[in-house]
Protein backbone atom coordinates (compact mmCIF):
# COMPACT_ATOMS: atom_id res chain seq x y z
CA UNK A 1 0.00 0.00 0.00
CA UNK A 2 1.32 3.22 -1.13
CA UNK A 3 0.75 5.02 2.53
CA UNK A 4 2.19 1.95 4.39
CA UNK A 5 5.78 1.81 6.16
CA UNK A 6 8.42 -0.30 7.09
CA UNK A 7 9.24 -0.54 10.50
CA UNK A 8 12.77 -0.03 9.90
CA UNK A 9 12.30 3.24 7.48
CA UNK A 10 14.06 5.95 8.97
CA UNK A 11 12.43 8.70 11.08
CA UNK A 12 12.18 11.71 8.18
CA UNK A 13 10.52 9.03 5.88
CA UNK A 14 7.73 7.87 8.72
CA UNK A 15 7.09 11.62 9.11
CA UNK A 16 5.99 11.89 5.57
CA UNK A 17 3.12 10.42 4.62
CA UNK A 18 2.17 10.48 0.93
CA UNK A 19 0.35 13.61 -0.21
CA UNK A 20 1.44 15.63 2.88
CA UNK A 21 3.13 18.53 2.94
CA UNK A 22 4.55 19.03 6.28
CA UNK A 23 6.34 17.11 8.68
CA UNK A 24 3.30 15.23 11.56
CA UNK A 25 4.85 16.84 14.33
CA UNK A 26 4.16 20.08 12.67
CA UNK A 27 0.72 19.80 11.98
CA UNK A 28 -0.06 18.35 15.30
CA UNK A 29 1.70 21.05 16.76
CA UNK A 30 -0.37 23.80 15.04
CA UNK A 31 -3.41 22.98 15.89
CA UNK A 32 -5.44 25.79 17.12
CA UNK A 33 -6.52 24.73 20.82
CA UNK A 34 -9.48 27.86 20.06
CA UNK A 35 -11.09 26.71 16.81
CA UNK A 36 -13.23 29.45 15.12
CA UNK A 37 -16.74 30.01 13.68
CA UNK A 38 -17.47 32.70 11.13
CA UNK A 39 -21.12 34.06 11.02
CA UNK A 40 -23.11 37.43 10.01
CA UNK A 41 -23.09 39.75 13.04
CA UNK A 42 -26.24 40.52 13.85
CA UNK A 43 -26.12 43.92 15.69
CA UNK A 44 -22.44 45.58 16.30
CA UNK A 45 -20.07 43.30 18.16
CA UNK A 46 -17.00 44.33 20.74
CA UNK A 47 -14.18 42.51 21.38
CA UNK A 48 -14.49 40.67 24.14
CA UNK A 49 -18.74 39.85 23.96
CA UNK A 50 -19.95 37.06 24.61
CA UNK A 51 -21.97 35.33 21.91
CA UNK A 52 -24.94 33.40 21.06
CA UNK A 53 -25.88 31.89 17.74
CA UNK A 54 -29.22 32.94 16.79
CA UNK A 55 -32.64 31.19 14.83
CA UNK A 56 -31.63 32.45 11.31
CA UNK A 57 -27.85 31.15 11.24
CA UNK A 58 -26.29 35.01 12.35
CA UNK A 59 -24.69 35.97 15.41
CA UNK A 60 -24.82 38.47 18.40
CA UNK A 61 -23.81 39.52 21.63
CA UNK A 62 -25.28 38.51 24.46
CA UNK A 63 -27.52 41.26 25.91
CA UNK A 64 -29.77 41.71 28.92
CA UNK A 65 -31.35 44.62 29.90
CA UNK A 66 -34.85 44.58 31.30
CA UNK A 67 -37.14 44.08 34.53
CA UNK A 68 -39.54 40.89 33.88
CA UNK A 69 -41.84 38.25 35.71
CA UNK A 70 -41.23 41.52 38.63
CA UNK A 71 -43.99 41.19 41.87
CA UNK A 72 -44.64 43.52 44.01
CA UNK A 73 -47.29 42.67 46.69
CA UNK A 74 -48.38 45.63 48.66
CA UNK A 75 -49.58 45.11 52.52
CA UNK A 76 -51.09 46.88 55.10
CA UNK A 77 -49.07 47.41 57.81
CA UNK A 78 -50.73 50.06 60.05
CA UNK A 79 -53.67 52.48 60.02
CA UNK A 80 -52.91 56.35 60.84
CA UNK A 81 -49.44 56.75 58.87
CA UNK A 82 -46.04 55.09 59.93
CA UNK A 83 -42.79 56.55 59.83
CA UNK A 84 -39.00 55.63 59.85
CA UNK A 85 -40.33 52.04 59.39
CA UNK A 86 -37.93 48.97 59.97
CA UNK A 87 -37.96 45.50 59.77
CA UNK A 88 -36.54 42.28 60.20
CA UNK A 89 -36.85 38.94 59.45
CA UNK A 90 -36.81 36.20 62.09
CA UNK A 91 -34.68 33.01 60.17
CA UNK A 92 -35.73 31.24 62.88
CA UNK A 93 -39.41 31.03 63.02
CA UNK A 94 -39.65 32.29 59.50
CA UNK A 95 -42.11 35.59 60.57
CA UNK A 96 -41.28 38.97 59.38
CA UNK A 97 -41.36 41.67 62.19
CA UNK A 98 -41.90 45.61 61.06
CA UNK A 99 -41.08 48.39 63.80
CA UNK A 100 -41.92 52.17 62.80
CA UNK A 101 -43.01 55.50 64.84
CA UNK A 102 -46.82 57.31 64.80
CA UNK A 103 -47.44 60.58 65.70
CA UNK A 104 -48.43 61.09 69.22
CA UNK A 105 -48.50 56.97 69.74
CA UNK A 106 -44.65 56.34 69.77
CA UNK A 107 -42.93 52.91 68.41
CA UNK A 108 -45.20 49.98 67.65
CA UNK A 109 -44.17 46.75 66.12
CA UNK A 110 -45.91 43.75 65.21
CA UNK A 111 -45.44 40.44 63.44
CA UNK A 112 -46.38 38.23 60.36
CA UNK A 113 -46.15 35.63 58.07
CA UNK A 114 -45.10 35.96 54.48
CA UNK A 115 -47.51 33.52 51.95
CA UNK A 116 -45.82 32.71 48.26
CA UNK A 117 -47.48 35.12 46.85
CA UNK A 118 -46.09 37.75 48.93
CA UNK A 119 -49.30 38.39 50.92
CA UNK A 120 -48.95 38.89 55.24
CA UNK A 121 -50.64 37.21 57.69
CA UNK A 122 -50.35 39.92 60.65
CA UNK A 123 -50.26 39.47 64.35
CA UNK A 124 -51.19 42.08 67.03
CA UNK A 125 -50.00 45.41 66.95
CA UNK A 126 -48.17 46.26 70.01
CA UNK A 127 -46.52 49.34 71.50
CA UNK A 128 -42.73 49.54 71.96
CA UNK A 129 -42.31 52.85 73.59
CA UNK A 130 -44.40 55.69 74.13
CA UNK A 131 -44.38 59.09 72.91
CA UNK A 132 -43.12 61.09 70.24
CA UNK A 133 -39.97 59.02 68.38
CA UNK A 134 -37.69 58.62 65.44
CA UNK A 135 -35.10 56.67 64.09
CA UNK A 136 -36.44 53.47 64.45
CA UNK A 137 -33.86 50.27 63.60
CA UNK A 138 -34.21 46.51 63.94
CA UNK A 139 -31.68 43.82 64.44
CA UNK A 140 -32.05 39.88 64.57
CA UNK A 141 -30.23 38.44 67.41
CA UNK A 142 -29.45 34.93 65.58
CA UNK A 143 -28.19 33.13 68.89
CA UNK A 144 -31.22 34.37 70.89
CA UNK A 145 -33.61 33.68 67.99
CA UNK A 146 -34.86 37.55 69.28
CA UNK A 147 -35.29 40.83 67.56
CA UNK A 148 -33.65 44.30 68.76
CA UNK A 149 -35.72 47.66 68.25
CA UNK A 150 -33.97 50.92 68.54
CA UNK A 151 -34.85 54.28 68.77
CA UNK A 152 -34.46 57.81 69.28
CA UNK A 153 -37.15 59.03 71.80
CA UNK A 154 -38.65 61.95 73.02
CA UNK A 155 -36.08 63.07 74.88
CA UNK A 156 -33.35 62.03 71.33
CA UNK A 157 -32.08 59.90 73.47
CA UNK A 158 -31.04 56.21 72.02
CA UNK A 159 -32.80 53.56 73.76
CA UNK A 160 -33.78 49.86 72.87
CA UNK A 161 -36.14 46.95 73.76
CA UNK A 162 -36.12 43.11 72.82
CA UNK A 163 -38.97 41.53 71.31
CA UNK A 164 -39.36 38.10 70.73
CA UNK A 165 -42.15 36.58 68.61
CA UNK A 166 -44.43 33.44 68.81
CA UNK A 167 -45.19 31.56 65.76
CA UNK A 168 -48.11 29.97 66.70
CA UNK A 169 -50.04 33.43 67.00
CA UNK A 170 -47.43 35.66 65.70
CA UNK A 171 -47.91 37.91 68.84
CA UNK A 172 -44.95 39.85 70.01
CA UNK A 173 -43.43 39.96 73.49
CA UNK A 174 -41.52 42.87 74.68
CA UNK A 175 -38.87 42.33 77.15
CA UNK A 176 -36.98 45.44 79.20
CA UNK A 177 -36.02 48.28 77.50
CA UNK A 178 -32.84 50.25 77.78
CA UNK A 179 -30.84 53.58 77.47
CA UNK A 180 -28.12 52.94 75.83
CA UNK A 181 -26.56 56.28 74.98
CA UNK A 182 -28.42 59.79 77.46
CA UNK A 183 -26.95 61.92 75.05
CA UNK A 184 -28.88 63.87 72.19
CA UNK A 185 -28.90 62.25 68.85
CA UNK A 186 -28.93 63.57 65.28
CA UNK A 187 -30.79 62.76 61.95
CA UNK A 188 -29.67 59.35 60.68
CA UNK A 189 -28.04 58.83 63.09
CA UNK A 190 -29.17 55.32 64.40
CA UNK A 191 -27.78 51.72 62.79
CA UNK A 192 -27.34 47.91 63.78
CA UNK A 193 -26.04 44.81 62.98
CA UNK A 194 -25.20 41.65 64.27
CA UNK A 195 -21.50 40.12 65.21
CA UNK A 196 -21.93 36.30 64.39
CA UNK A 197 -18.77 35.84 66.35
CA UNK A 198 -19.30 36.98 69.24
CA UNK A 199 -23.16 36.73 69.13
CA UNK A 200 -24.77 39.84 70.61
CA UNK A 201 -26.09 42.86 68.04
CA UNK A 202 -24.22 46.27 67.99
CA UNK A 203 -25.40 49.39 67.51
CA UNK A 204 -24.07 52.60 66.41
CA UNK A 205 -24.96 56.09 67.05
CA UNK A 206 -24.00 59.92 66.43
CA UNK A 207 -23.69 62.18 69.53
CA UNK A 208 -24.25 65.21 68.26
CA UNK A 209 -24.15 66.88 71.83
CA UNK A 210 -20.18 65.75 71.89
CA UNK A 211 -19.64 65.54 67.78
CA UNK A 212 -18.69 62.00 67.74
CA UNK A 213 -19.34 58.57 66.98
CA UNK A 214 -20.58 55.82 69.48
CA UNK A 215 -20.52 51.98 69.03
CA UNK A 216 -21.59 49.21 71.47
CA UNK A 217 -22.63 45.95 72.13
CA UNK A 218 -26.07 44.92 72.77
CA UNK A 219 -26.34 41.64 74.63
CA UNK A 220 -29.30 39.81 75.62
CA UNK A 221 -30.29 37.66 78.62
CA UNK A 222 -33.25 35.63 80.23
CA UNK A 223 -36.51 35.10 78.36
CA UNK A 224 -39.69 36.15 77.53
CA UNK A 225 -40.69 39.71 79.28
CA UNK A 226 -37.94 38.93 81.72
CA UNK A 227 -35.66 39.44 78.16
CA UNK A 228 -32.74 42.10 79.07
CA UNK A 229 -30.42 43.99 77.05
CA UNK A 230 -27.07 45.10 78.70
CA UNK A 231 -24.74 47.47 77.54
CA UNK A 232 -21.22 47.06 76.32
CA UNK A 233 -17.86 49.36 76.78
CA UNK A 234 -18.79 52.43 73.74
CA UNK A 235 -15.88 52.86 71.41
CA UNK A 236 -16.56 54.16 67.65
CA UNK A 237 -12.86 55.80 67.69
CA UNK A 238 -14.46 59.21 65.62
CA UNK A 239 -13.78 62.62 67.67
CA UNK A 240 -15.89 64.38 64.92
CA UNK A 241 -19.61 65.06 64.12
CA UNK A 242 -20.77 62.24 61.81
CA UNK A 243 -24.18 61.99 59.82
CA UNK A 244 -25.51 59.28 57.36
CA UNK A 245 -24.33 56.47 59.48
CA UNK A 246 -24.37 52.53 57.95
CA UNK A 247 -22.36 49.68 59.62
CA UNK A 248 -22.05 45.87 58.43
CA UNK A 249 -20.25 42.82 59.98
CA UNK A 250 -17.35 41.07 58.03
CA UNK A 251 -18.12 37.48 59.03
CA UNK A 252 -14.80 36.52 56.78
CA UNK A 253 -12.40 38.51 59.11
CA UNK A 254 -14.93 39.19 62.17
CA UNK A 255 -14.47 42.93 62.16
CA UNK A 256 -17.22 45.73 62.40
CA UNK A 257 -16.93 48.30 59.32
CA UNK A 258 -18.52 51.41 59.56
CA UNK A 259 -19.23 53.75 57.06
CA UNK A 260 -20.37 57.51 57.42
CA UNK A 261 -20.33 61.07 56.46
CA UNK A 262 -18.30 63.13 58.26
CA UNK A 263 -19.48 66.31 58.82
CA UNK A 264 -16.15 67.86 60.30
CA UNK A 265 -14.20 66.83 56.95
CA UNK A 266 -16.79 68.55 54.68
CA UNK A 267 -18.85 65.54 54.62
CA UNK A 268 -16.57 63.27 52.96
CA UNK A 269 -17.70 59.52 52.84
CA UNK A 270 -15.23 57.64 54.99
CA UNK A 271 -15.12 54.30 56.75
CA UNK A 272 -13.57 52.27 59.46
CA UNK A 273 -13.04 48.77 60.76
CA UNK A 274 -12.74 47.28 64.02
CA UNK A 275 -12.52 44.37 66.18
CA UNK A 276 -13.78 43.33 69.49
CA UNK A 277 -11.31 43.13 72.54
CA UNK A 278 -11.88 41.86 75.54
CA UNK A 279 -15.23 39.33 76.80
CA UNK A 280 -18.85 40.20 76.98
CA UNK A 281 -20.24 43.67 77.77
CA UNK A 282 -17.10 44.84 78.88
CA UNK A 283 -15.57 44.13 75.70
CA UNK A 284 -15.20 46.78 72.86
CA UNK A 285 -14.77 47.30 69.48
CA UNK A 286 -10.93 48.43 68.85
CA UNK A 287 -10.37 50.92 65.80
CA UNK A 288 -6.40 51.06 65.54
CA UNK A 289 -6.46 52.69 62.30
CA UNK A 290 -7.55 56.16 60.47
CA UNK A 291 -10.11 56.78 58.42
CA UNK A 292 -10.55 55.82 54.85
CA UNK A 293 -11.61 57.89 52.35
CA UNK A 294 -14.25 56.84 49.72
CA UNK A 295 -15.25 59.80 48.23
CA UNK A 296 -13.78 63.23 48.97
CA UNK A 297 -17.05 65.00 48.23
CA UNK A 298 -19.64 66.03 50.16
CA UNK A 299 -21.54 62.94 50.47
CA UNK A 300 -25.00 61.43 52.41
CA UNK A 301 -27.26 58.41 52.50
CA UNK A 302 -24.68 55.90 53.16
CA UNK A 303 -25.32 52.06 53.33
CA UNK A 304 -23.45 49.37 53.75
CA UNK A 305 -23.96 45.72 53.02
CA UNK A 306 -22.11 42.56 53.84
CA UNK A 307 -21.55 40.09 50.35
CA UNK A 308 -21.02 36.30 51.61
CA UNK A 309 -19.51 34.67 48.65
CA UNK A 310 -16.61 37.66 47.58
CA UNK A 311 -16.19 38.13 51.42
CA UNK A 312 -16.61 42.17 51.03
CA UNK A 313 -18.42 44.86 52.42
CA UNK A 314 -20.31 46.88 49.81
CA UNK A 315 -20.79 50.65 50.20
CA UNK A 316 -23.25 52.91 48.93
CA UNK A 317 -23.78 56.41 49.08
CA UNK A 318 -24.35 59.55 47.30
CA UNK A 319 -21.58 62.38 46.19
CA UNK A 320 -21.37 66.03 46.06
CA UNK A 321 -23.44 65.92 42.51
CA UNK A 322 -26.58 63.53 43.99
CA UNK A 323 -25.05 60.85 42.00
CA UNK A 324 -25.06 57.26 43.61
CA UNK A 325 -22.01 55.56 43.83
CA UNK A 326 -20.87 51.77 45.22
CA UNK A 327 -17.60 50.24 45.88
CA UNK A 328 -16.38 46.93 47.89
CA UNK A 329 -14.57 47.27 51.31
CA UNK A 330 -12.33 44.87 52.59
CA UNK A 331 -11.02 44.77 56.34
CA UNK A 332 -7.85 43.13 56.65
CA UNK A 333 -7.12 41.71 59.85
CA UNK A 334 -4.72 44.50 61.17
CA UNK A 335 -8.18 47.01 60.73
CA UNK A 336 -6.73 48.31 57.78
CA UNK A 337 -9.19 49.06 55.24
CA UNK A 338 -8.94 48.31 51.01
CA UNK A 339 -11.09 49.46 48.80
CA UNK A 340 -12.22 48.08 45.42
CA UNK A 341 -13.34 49.58 41.67
CA UNK A 342 -15.96 52.37 42.49
CA UNK A 343 -18.99 52.04 40.56
CA UNK A 344 -20.86 55.14 38.93
CA UNK A 345 -24.60 54.19 39.64
CA UNK A 346 -25.69 57.62 38.95
CA UNK A 347 -29.32 57.39 39.87
CA UNK A 348 -30.50 60.25 42.49
CA UNK A 349 -31.47 58.12 45.92
CA UNK A 350 -32.44 59.26 48.94
CA UNK A 351 -33.24 56.48 52.31
CA UNK A 352 -30.52 53.99 50.32
CA UNK A 353 -31.23 50.16 52.30
CA UNK A 354 -29.78 47.79 51.19
CA UNK A 355 -29.67 43.72 52.12
CA UNK A 356 -28.35 40.50 50.96
CA UNK A 357 -30.26 37.43 48.43
CA UNK A 358 -28.95 34.78 49.66
CA UNK A 359 -31.08 32.43 46.53
CA UNK A 360 -29.86 34.40 44.31
CA UNK A 361 -26.91 35.78 45.66
CA UNK A 362 -26.57 39.56 45.03
CA UNK A 363 -27.08 42.42 47.21
CA UNK A 364 -30.47 44.46 47.04
CA UNK A 365 -30.87 48.11 47.34
CA UNK A 366 -33.74 50.09 48.01
CA UNK A 367 -34.22 53.26 47.72
CA UNK A 368 -36.51 56.61 47.40
CA UNK A 369 -35.62 57.66 43.11
CA UNK A 370 -36.21 60.76 42.34
CA UNK A 371 -33.97 60.45 38.75
CA UNK A 372 -34.97 61.91 36.17
CA UNK A 373 -37.89 63.45 37.26
CA UNK A 374 -39.16 60.77 39.55
CA UNK A 375 -41.01 62.13 42.94
CA UNK A 376 -39.68 60.04 45.68
CA UNK A 377 -40.90 57.08 43.65
CA UNK A 378 -39.76 53.40 45.07
CA UNK A 379 -36.97 52.20 43.64
CA UNK A 380 -34.44 48.87 43.90
CA UNK A 381 -31.58 47.50 42.24
CA UNK A 382 -29.59 44.42 42.05
CA UNK A 383 -25.57 44.26 42.47
CA UNK A 384 -22.96 41.57 41.72
CA UNK A 385 -19.64 41.24 43.05
CA UNK A 386 -16.77 39.52 40.94
CA UNK A 387 -13.40 39.94 42.62
CA UNK A 388 -13.24 43.84 43.91
CA UNK A 389 -15.36 44.82 40.75
CA UNK A 390 -19.51 45.56 40.95
CA UNK A 391 -22.25 45.07 38.27
CA UNK A 392 -25.71 46.45 39.19
CA UNK A 393 -28.98 45.63 36.75
CA UNK A 394 -31.37 48.15 35.56
CA UNK A 395 -33.56 50.23 37.94
CA UNK A 396 -36.98 48.59 39.13
CA UNK A 397 -39.54 51.63 39.89
CA UNK A 398 -42.08 49.16 41.78
CA UNK A 399 -43.76 52.23 43.31
CA UNK A 400 -44.59 54.77 40.93
CA UNK A 401 -45.52 57.74 43.94
CA UNK A 402 -44.53 58.64 47.05
CA UNK A 403 -42.27 55.81 48.88
CA UNK A 404 -41.22 57.17 52.01
CA UNK A 405 -38.83 56.18 55.32
CA UNK A 406 -37.53 52.83 55.23
CA UNK A 407 -34.74 52.67 57.92
CA UNK A 408 -34.27 48.73 57.61
CA UNK A 409 -35.31 46.52 55.22
CA UNK A 410 -35.37 42.78 55.48
CA UNK A 411 -35.09 39.49 53.72
CA UNK A 412 -37.07 36.21 53.87
CA UNK A 413 -35.02 33.47 52.29
CA UNK A 414 -38.35 30.57 52.35
CA UNK A 415 -39.93 32.92 49.46
CA UNK A 416 -37.72 35.05 48.27
CA UNK A 417 -38.96 38.15 48.85
CA UNK A 418 -36.68 41.20 49.69
CA UNK A 419 -39.70 43.25 52.43
CA UNK A 420 -39.69 46.93 52.90
CA UNK A 421 -42.06 49.59 55.12
CA UNK A 422 -43.08 52.65 53.76
CA UNK A 423 -45.16 55.25 54.12
CA UNK A 424 -48.23 55.84 52.12
CA UNK A 425 -49.16 59.27 51.58
CA UNK A 426 -52.26 58.39 49.80
CA UNK A 427 -54.12 56.01 52.28
CA UNK A 428 -52.33 57.31 55.13
CA UNK A 429 -51.53 53.99 56.01
CA UNK A 430 -48.08 52.31 57.03
CA UNK A 431 -47.83 49.73 53.87
CA UNK A 432 -45.40 46.87 53.50
CA UNK A 433 -44.04 45.74 50.29
CA UNK A 434 -43.07 42.43 49.02
CA UNK A 435 -40.45 42.76 46.12
CA UNK A 436 -39.48 40.02 43.75
CA UNK A 437 -37.95 40.55 40.63
CA UNK A 438 -36.02 38.98 37.55
CA UNK A 439 -33.87 40.04 35.14
CA UNK A 440 -34.74 37.79 32.54
CA UNK A 441 -34.70 39.70 29.43
CA UNK A 442 -31.95 38.50 27.70
CA UNK A 443 -30.38 36.18 24.45
CA UNK A 444 -28.67 33.90 26.54
CA UNK A 445 -28.54 30.35 27.18
CA UNK A 446 -26.45 27.35 27.66
CA UNK A 447 -27.60 25.67 24.04
CA UNK A 448 -27.42 29.49 22.17
CA UNK A 449 -24.20 30.87 23.91
CA UNK A 450 -21.27 29.28 20.98
CA UNK A 451 -18.02 31.27 22.39
CA UNK A 452 -16.30 34.88 22.12
CA UNK A 453 -15.45 37.51 19.82
CA UNK A 454 -11.61 38.28 19.98
CA UNK A 455 -12.25 41.38 17.58
CA UNK A 456 -15.30 44.17 17.08
CA UNK A 457 -17.17 43.95 14.18
CA UNK A 458 -19.68 45.77 12.78
CA UNK A 459 -23.45 45.30 12.58
CA UNK A 460 -24.11 42.85 9.00
CA UNK A 461 -20.15 41.72 8.53
CA UNK A 462 -18.57 38.31 8.48
CA UNK A 463 -17.69 37.69 12.02
CA UNK A 464 -15.18 35.17 13.58
CA UNK A 465 -15.44 33.90 16.98
CA UNK A 466 -13.60 31.61 19.22
CA UNK A 467 -15.73 28.55 19.83
CA UNK A 468 -16.74 27.42 23.30
CA UNK A 469 -15.50 23.67 24.67
CA UNK A 470 -11.76 25.44 24.20
CA UNK A 471 -9.08 27.17 25.47
CA UNK A 472 -10.06 31.22 25.15
CA UNK A 473 -7.43 34.46 25.58
CA UNK A 474 -8.91 37.68 25.36
CA UNK A 475 -6.89 40.83 26.07
CA UNK A 476 -10.37 42.30 28.06
CA UNK A 477 -10.57 39.34 30.55
CA UNK A 478 -9.39 40.19 34.12
CA UNK A 479 -9.54 36.18 35.85
CA UNK A 480 -8.26 34.78 38.47
CA UNK A 481 -6.37 31.14 38.07
CA UNK A 482 -8.25 28.05 38.85
CA UNK A 483 -11.94 30.01 39.73
CA UNK A 484 -14.68 29.09 37.57
CA UNK A 485 -16.23 31.67 36.21
CA UNK A 486 -19.83 31.81 34.63
CA UNK A 487 -21.52 34.55 31.77
CA UNK A 488 -24.52 36.59 33.63
CA UNK A 489 -27.56 37.42 31.57
CA UNK A 490 -25.81 40.82 30.70
CA UNK A 491 -22.90 39.25 28.80
CA UNK A 492 -20.68 40.28 32.22
CA UNK A 493 -18.66 37.51 33.70
CA UNK A 494 -19.33 36.28 36.95
CA UNK A 495 -18.43 33.86 39.60
CA UNK A 496 -21.56 33.85 41.71
CA UNK A 497 -24.22 31.22 39.97
CA UNK A 498 -27.44 31.61 39.55
CA UNK A 499 -30.57 31.45 37.27
CA UNK A 500 -29.34 33.83 35.19
CA UNK A 501 -26.23 32.41 34.14
CA UNK A 502 -24.41 29.45 32.12
CA UNK A 503 -21.01 27.99 32.95
CA UNK A 504 -18.09 29.82 30.75
CA UNK A 505 -15.09 27.94 32.62
CA UNK A 506 -12.00 27.35 34.45
CA UNK A 507 -9.44 30.35 34.07
CA UNK A 508 -6.14 29.35 33.49
CA UNK A 509 -4.51 32.65 33.83
CA UNK A 510 -5.80 36.52 34.17
CA UNK A 511 -7.16 36.41 30.24
CA UNK A 512 -7.62 32.83 29.42
CA UNK A 513 -10.06 30.65 30.11
CA UNK A 514 -10.65 27.00 29.47
CA UNK A 515 -14.23 27.07 28.16
CA UNK A 516 -16.76 23.97 28.81
CA UNK A 517 -19.07 22.71 26.25
CA UNK A 518 -22.56 22.24 25.92
Sequence with gaps: ???????????????????????????INNINPAPTFT???????????????????????????????SLTTTNYMTGNGSLDNAVGYDTTNDRVIVAYSRDGVGVQARAGTVATDGTVSWGTEVTVESGNSSEVVIAFDEAQSKFVIAFRDSNNYGKARPAIVDPSNNSITLGTGIVFNSITHGTDGIQMTYDSDQNHIVVMSNNTAQSRGELRSLILSGSGVNTAITVGVNNAGISANINYISIAYDRDTSQIVIFYSNVGASSQARAKAGSFSGTGANGYYNFTQGETTLDSSSTSQQALCYDPISKQVVAFWINGSNLSQARCIKAASTNVISLGTQLAINDYMLKTRAV???VKQYIVLVWKDYTGGNSAFGALRTFNVTGTTITATPTY?????????????????????????????????????A?????????????????VSNAAYANGVSAEIKTRGSIITNSTF?????????????????????????????????????????
Aim: net charge negative.
Design 435 to 451: LKVAFTDTNLSNTRWIG
Design 39 to 69: ATASGAIANGDKIVINTDGTISAVTGASVQN
Design 397 to 433: IFQSSTWDDANTIGYDPDNNYTLAGSYNPVSGNGDLA
Design 478 to 518: SLSAGTAYLINFDGTITTTASDLTVPMGTALNSTTVFTKGV
Design 1 to 27: MSNSRNIADSAPVINFLDGATSNIQDQ
Design 356 to 358: YNS
